[in-house]
């Protein structure tokens, strides 16, 4: 662990233990129950992290009798398993440890402490007290590739992406088909950082795009600032990820962007487990959920781009077409997907590869 993560776990293990003692007699006597929830980056990153935390002020506000204790910038592995404990200590019986590395440490947690739940995101693996919730968004990247498709002026566009895995895949390949239905010329190149939180390689692989010629980007990080601000910057559109109050970092060039609104889905989980229903499951929503959504528009897109996503989004909600539907072939040549099929959103995990018209490498 370096020097200053160091620091700030310290000061997270220090913060939870004044949390009890700083709050009003009142309050304590009339919590029903404490939530715990920690992030592994800063709650103010306008992306993963904020969506999740802001989430819980939501469930907050819906339930005054709850209790939270939130931490910050906790590392993934045995600091995340010490967060926890310090949390059950402190009286958490529903603990959200929210960052997809939180995983194996909140299953060795939960085996130590049955009687306390847990929900994860994006996890694919449970137990008797853990369970697990996300947003499926393909349907919501073929929308934003809708918009760019119709707004882009070189009909190059393009992705910072963390890193090569299938879900991240398949929501660049759902881009590049959703710009097509619009735009048959455009092209979505992509560039991996290879970490999810990198400012400086995010500033990099965002300009080497831009000095491509693309004029819209999309980013798959943790924070989308540095990637918006960049296309900001140098006169390009941009498309969002993870939090809905992005636009404000790119107010002339912003398209939309695709965000989680956890906050009615975590007010039903605290609920479940004060009324005693909650029950260990996986959760998949989608564009038809609370807690998946579609980003305001910006000035710079057409009027009829925002009316073709509107329709669209209303096709997949009633489940009247499918993002991957063939024919489909990668941008090697190879189909995919026969005329006729589709491609189910359940075998996400299967894709690893990149559709006709996507510029870039798996590996």
């Known amino acids: ?28 006597a009339q919590s029903k129950l404490k939530v715990g929830i ?29 209790e939270v204790i939130e931490v910050e910038n906790v590392p993934e592995g045995a600091d995340a398993e010490r967060v926890m404990e310090n949390m059950i200590k402190q009286g958490a019986k529903l603990v959200i440890p929210a960052s997809f590395g939180y995983l194996e440490p909140a299953l060795r947690v939960a085996q130590k402490y049955p009687d306390v739940k847990f929900m994860h995101p994006g996890g694919y693996k449970r137990a008797a007290n853990l369970g697990t919730y996300w947003a499926s968004t393909p349907e919501a990247f073929y929308l934003m590739g809708i918009a760019a498709g119709k707004t882009t002026k070189t009909n190059k566009l393009g992705y910072v992406v963390a890193l090569p895995i299938s879900f991240f895949l398949a929501n660049v390949n759902a881009f590049e088909l959703g710009a097509r239905s619009v735009n048959p010329k455009a092209e979505t190149r992509i560039v991996f950082t290879g970490t999810f939180l990198d400012p400086g390689k995010e500033a990099t692989a965002a300009n080497a795009l831009l000095e491509q010629g693309v004029d819209v980007l999309g980013v798959i990080v943790d924070s989308p600032i540095t990637v918006v601000q960049n296309a900001e910057k140098r006169g390009a559109y941009s498309v969002g990820y993870h939090y809905v109050g992005v636009q404000k970092f790119a107010p002339k060039g912003w398209i939309s962007g695709i965000a989680f609104t956890w906050g009615n889905l975590y007010t039903r989980f605290a609920k479940q487990v004060m009324d005693g229903s909650w029950k260990s499951q996986d959760i998949l929503g989608g564009l038809g959920d609370d807690f998946l959504t579609i980003a305001p528009f910006g000035p710079a897109v057409p009027p009829d781009a925002i009316k073709l996503v509107d329709a669209k989004k209303q096709e997949f909600i009633n489940g009247k077409t499918q993002v991957f539907q063939g024919p489909i072939r990668d941008n090697k040549g190879v189909e995919r997907v026969k005329a006729g099929e589709a491609f189910p959103l359940s075998d996400l995990r299967k894709m690893d590869w ?10």
């Open 354 to 363: 990149l559709v006709e018209g996507v510029i870039g490498q798996t590996k």
């Open 1 to 28: 662990m370096n020097v200053n993560v160091g620091r700030r776990l310290l000061a997270a293990l220090a913060a939870l233990v004044v949390i009890a003692p700083l709050a009003a007699p009142e309050a304590a």
């Open 38 to 66: 920690l992030h592994v980056g800063s709650i103010n990153d306008a992306g993963y992290n904020q969506a999740h935390a802001e989430g819980v002020q939501i469930m907050k506000k819906n339930l005054p009798e709850v």
